[in-house]
């Protein structure tokens, strides 16, 4: 039970960052916004061994694929403020979400 909690901290976070992507509709402010809830969950939740390398390996690898998906018509975004063609925050988001993920994997494998 311990873990279940554990991951879910972790994941709140993110809860939190798609739960405000209907609320705030300047990308800037919101992608600001984003900056400090993961700055504040990393010292919160206590930054482990290189979540940097998995924040900057998920912020730059998703980045490349969403321009791809997007400039291939795969997928469609209504916000275009980074590189005209999707929302300036989506890439804060993924980042963070590879650090969730490094994080619960870290959760189960102890």
Known sequence: ???????????VPVFIMIGLIPFISDDRF???????????????LRRNRNDFIAFST??????GFEYLFVSTGVELFRRHTLF???????????AYGF?????TAEILSA
Do not use: C, N
Request: proline share 4%; no cysteine; aromatic share 16%.
């Open 1 to 11: 039970m311990w873990r279940l909690y554990q991951i879910f901290l972790r994941m």
């Open 30 to 44: 919101l992608t600001e916004v984003y900056a400090v809830i993961i700055l504040i969950s990393l010292i919160v």
């Open 58 to 63: 998920g912020f730059f690898l998703m980045t």
């Open 84 to 94: 005209g063609v999707m929302p300036l925050w989506l890439p804060l988001l993924w």
């Open 99 to 103: 650090v969730a993920i490094k994080h």
